[in-house]
C-alpha cells in the first residue's frame, strides 16, 4: 500500500509537470496571466507529491519492505536506522528520488518570491524548472522505479514489477542485500545530499538565464536575482566536495583525499565553470561587460551538472562512487544534447543584443585581470573534461574497429585511463597562476591600470612575503615546487591582509571608531568583497594542505611480529596486538593495536582494523589515525596471519601539513556565508525620462 501510494504521487507529478509547461506557453501566447498563476501553482504542488514519495521510500526502507526491490538492494536488518534512512540516496533509484526532491524545493522556494517587477521572467522560469524536474521523473518511472517490487512467475523466473504480472507471486527475500560497506559511514548522512543540493541549485539561475534570452531583457537584472541562488549553490557543492574528500581519507585507506577518479572530477566540473562565472558576473554588474561569457557560463555549468549526473548514473565510468550499470545512459545523453543545443541558439539569438559598449582598455586592470582568472579555470575544466571522456573516446573507437577490421590495426579497442599524474602536472602551472592572481587582482585598479600603479600598490605585500621566503629557506626546505607554493601562499596571505588593513584604517581615520568596530562595520557594508577575501584566506590555508601532502607525503609498508617496531621518519610504532572478531551487524573485524611513539617518546595508541562484510564479501580498511596541527600520522592494517595474529603487514603514511585543508575549508565556507549572507535590497528606482525631469523640476 505504501509503494502504491508512493507510486501513486509521481505519477501525478509528473502529469502535473506536463499541464505546468503547456499552461506557462498558453499564458505567453495568450497573455492571460491566469494561466501563469495556474502553472505556477502546479509548480508549488509538486513539493508536497514528492515529499510523499520519499517518505513513502524511507517507510519502506525502516520497516524492511524487502519485497519492494530497492529496500532488498540497499538494506538489511542489521543495519541501523540512521543507515536505512540514509540509504534514501545509497542507491540509482533513490538518489533520483533525493534529486526530484530537492529540485522541487528549490523551484517552490523561486515560485514565492514577489515577481511584481519581473512577470516577464516567471513562465520561463516555470518551464525550465519543470522541463527539468519532467526528465527526471521520467528515467524514474520508467526506467528506475523505486516502488518496484519482486515477482516468481508461474516458472520460477524472478522479475520485477510495479504491478503484478498475471500468474506471478510475490516474492519476499528473508533478508536484502544491504548497503555497499564503504557507504556504512557516518559521511553518509551529509555528503550525498551536500552534493545533490549543490548540483540542482543551478537550476534556478540557469532557468532565470535561459528565461533573459526567451524575453530578450538583456540587462543584468537576472544576474542580481540569481546572486545568491548561485553563491547558495556554489557553497553547496563545495561542502560535498570537502566533505567527499574527508570521507575518502577516512574510509578508502589509500593515506589521501582526492584520488583524481572519474566521478570526483564529475562532479568537480560544475564547480569549476561557476567560479569564473562568480567572478565575472561582479564585472557585468559593475562595467557591464562579459555578457556572452557569463550567459555561456551559466550553461555550461546547467549541462557539467547533468553530465556528472550521467556519468554517475549510467554506469559508464569504472568507479568505487559510480552506480552500476544502467539504461538511463542515452536517456540522459539525449537531453544534455537537446539543453546544451537550444540554450546555445538562444544565446546566437540574442548575441547582437549582448554586446557591450564598454572595453578592457589595459591589460593589468582588474577587468582583465577576471578574464585571466577565468581562462585559468576553464584551463583546469578542460583538462579535467578531457581526462574524463579520453577513456570513453577510445573505448568507443574500439567499436569502430570491431566494426571495420580493415581499421582494427588503428582502433584497437584498448580503453586507456589517465592516472592522477595526468591531472597534477596539467593543472599544477594553472593552480600556481591562479594564486598569484588572487594576489595582484586586489591591488589593480578598474578600467585603466599601469605598471607603475601596480608596481606601487604592489611593492609593500611583495616585499614582505619575500621575508617569509627566506624564513621558509632558513627552515630547511629546498624543493623548488614547495618554495615556489610556499611564497605564492605568503603573496596572497600578505595581500589579502593588507586590503584588510587599508580598508579599516581609512574607516577608523574618517569615523573615529576603533579598529574592531571598524573592520566590523567594513565588512558588514561590504559583504561579497570581504567575504571574497575571507575565502581566499580559507584557499591559502587549503593550499598549504595540499602542498603538504602532495609534496611532502612519506610512506612505508613492511611485515612485523609483536613487539617489534616500524619507523617513517620521526616516528615510529610497535605492534603491540590483534584480535579477530563478529560483530552483530554482520562483519568480521580484524583490530590491530599499535603504540606511537615520535622521536622516540610515546605520544598514542592507535587502533587501525579490516572490516569484512559476510553478506557482500565485500572489505573496507580502516585507519588508526594520529592527527595534529603539524601533520598526521597514518597507518594502515594490510594483512596479517589468521591463527596465531603474530605477524601483520602495516602501510603507514605520514602526511605534513594536510590538516590545513580541512582548516582552510571552514575559513572557505565561513567566507561564503559572509558573501551570501542577505542584505536589504535597495529599492528600484525607475528610469526617468526627458518629460518626468521637467514635470519633476516645474
Known amino acids: ?340 543545443g537550444t540554450s546555445l541558439w538562444l544565446l546566437s539569438r540574442r548575441w547582437q543584443d549582448l554586446k557591450s559598449e564598454t572595453r578592457i582598455t589595459s591589460l593589468l586592470s582588474r577587468e582583465s585581470m577576471f578574464l585571466i582568472n577565468n581562462w585559468l579555470f576553464m584551463g583546469i575544466l578542460v583538462v579535467s573534461f578531457w581526462g574524463v571522456i579520453f577513456p570513453l573516446l577510445t573505448e568507443a573507437l574500439g567499436i569502430v574497429g570491431d566494426t571495420f577490421p580493415s581499421l582494427s590495426h588503428i582502433f584497437t579497442g584498448q580503453k586507456v585511463t589517465v592516472g592522477p599524474i595526468y591531472y597534477e602536472r596539467a593543472t599544477g602551472p594553472l593552480l600556481a597562476g591562479l594564486l598569484f592572481l588572487m594576489g595582484v587582482a586586489p591591488l589593480s585598479a578598474w578600467r585603466a591600470s599601469t605598471a607603475r600603479t601596480l608596481g606601487r600598490a604592489i611593492w609593500k605585500p611583495f616585499a614582505v612575503s619575500l621575508v617569509v621566503l627566506v624564513i621558509i629557506i632558513g627552515g630547511g626546505i629546498r624543493h623548488p615546487g614547495a618554495l615556489l607554493a610556499f611564497w605564492l601562499c605568503a603573496f596572497v596571505t600578505v595581500v589579502t591582509l593588507y586590503e584588510f588593513w587599508r580598508g579599516m584604517a581609512a574607516r577608523r581615520r574618517r569615523s573615529g571608531e576603533n579598529y574592531g568596530l571598524a573592520l566590523w562595520r567594513l565588512a558588514a557594508r561590504n559583504r561579497r568583497r570581504y567575504g571574497g577575501y575571507i575565502i581566499h584566506l580559507g584557499v591559502v590555508l587549503m593550499a598549504l594542505g595540499i602542498i603538504g601532502i602532495e609534496i611532502f607525503q612519506t610512506e612505508t609498508q613492511g611485515t612485523i611480529a609483536i613487539g617489534k617496531q616500524m619507523s617513517l621518519g620521526e616516528y615510529s610504532f610497535t605492534f603491540d596486538k590483534l584480535d579477530e572478531f563478529d560483530t552483530r551487524d554482520g562483519r568480521n573485524v580484524a583490530r590491530a593495536e599499535i603504540s606511537v611513539f615520535k622521536n622516540g617518546e610515546f605520544v598514542e595508541t592507535l587502533a587501525p582494523r579490516r572490516d569484512f562484510y559476510y553478506e557482500s564479501g565485500q572489505r573496507m580498511t580502516i585507519p588508526g589515525l594520529r592527527s595534529t596541527i603539524e601533520d598526521d600520522f597514518y597507518v594502515l592494517l594490510v594483512s596479517w596471519e589468521p591463527i596465531s595474529a603474530e605477524n601483520a603487514t602495516f602501510k603507514a603514511f605520514h602526511n605534513p601539513l594536510v590538516n590545513w585543508l580541512w582548516f582552510g575549508a571552514i575559513i572557505f565556507i565561513l567566507g561564503t556565508f559572509v558573501a551570501a549572507w542577505p542584505e536589504r535590497e535597495k529599492q528600484y528606482m525607475p528610469i526617468k525620462t526627458d518629460q518626468s525631469i521637467a514635470t519633476a523640476s516645474t
Open 1 to 340: 500500500m505504501v509503494a502504491d501510494v508512493g507510486y501513486g504521487a509521481l505519477v501525478i507529478t509528473f502529469l502535473l509537470c506536463f499541464y505546468g509547461i503547456g499552461a506557462a506557453i498558453y499564458g505567453v501566447k495568450k497573455k492571460e496571466q491566469s494561466w501563469v498563476e495556474s502553472a505556477r501553482h502546479a509548480m508549488l504542488l509538486s513539493l508536497p507529491l514528492l515529499t510523499i514519495s520519499a517518505l513513502s521510500i524511507i517507510n519502506l526502507l525502516v520497516t524492511d519492505q524487502f519485497q519492494v526491490a530497492y529496500v532488498a538492494s540497499v538494506t538489511n536488518r542489521s543495519m541501523p536506522t540512521y543507515l536505512r534512512v540514509t540509504a534514501l540516496w545509497g542507491g540509482q533509484e533513490g538518489s533520483l528520488i533525493l534529486w526530484v526532491w530537492l529540485l522541487s524545493a528549490f523551484a517552490s522556494a523561486v515560485m514565492l518570491r514577489d515577481w511584481k517587477r519581473d512577470r516577464e521572467f516567471l513562465p520561463w522560469v516555470i518551464i525550465v524548472c519543470l522541463v527539468t524536474l519532467g526528465f527526471f521523473l521520467i528515467l524514474i518511472i520508467f526506467v528506475e522505479n523505486p516502488f518496484a517490487k519482486m515477482w516468481i512467475t508461474e516458472t520460477g523466473e524472478r522479475v520485477t514489477s510495479i504491478f503484478q504480472p498475471g500468474g506471478s507471486e510475490p516474492f519476499i527475500p528473508v533478508d536484502g542485500n544491504g548497503l555497499n560497506p564503504l557507504l556504512r559511514h557516518p559521511g553518509m548522512i551529509y555528503h550525498p545530499p551536500m552534493l545533490y543540493l549543490g548540483f540542482v541549485s543551478f537550476v534556478i539561475p540557469f532557468a532565470f538565464a535561459i528565461a533573459s534570452l526567451v524575453t530578450g531583457r538583456t540587462d543584468d537584472r537576472w544576474i542580481r536575482i540569481t546572486r545568491r541562488w548561485t553563491l547558495w549553490a556554489w557553497l553547496f557543492l563545495a561542502i560535498g566536495l570537502i566533505l567527499g574528500a574527508r570521507w575518502a581519507y577516512d574510509v578508502l585507506g589509500w593515506g589521501g583525499y582526492w584520488g583524481w577518479d572519474a566521478v570526483e572530477i564529475a562532479a568537480l566540473m560544475p564547480w569549476l565553470a561557476a567560479t569564473p562565472f562568480l567572478h565575472s558576473v561582479m564585472i557585468q554588474e559593475k562595467r557591464g561587460m562579459f555578457k556572452h561569457w557569463n550567459m555561456f557560463l551559466i550553461i555550461l555549468t546547467y549541462d557539467l551538472m547533468i553530465f556528472g549526473t550521467f556519468l554517475t548514473r549510467s554506469g559508464v565510468l569504472s568507479s568505487v562512487h559510480a552506480f552500476a550499470q544502467s539504461a538511463i545512459g542515452p536517456l540522459f545523453f539525449a537531453f544534455i544534447v537537446l539543453t546544451l
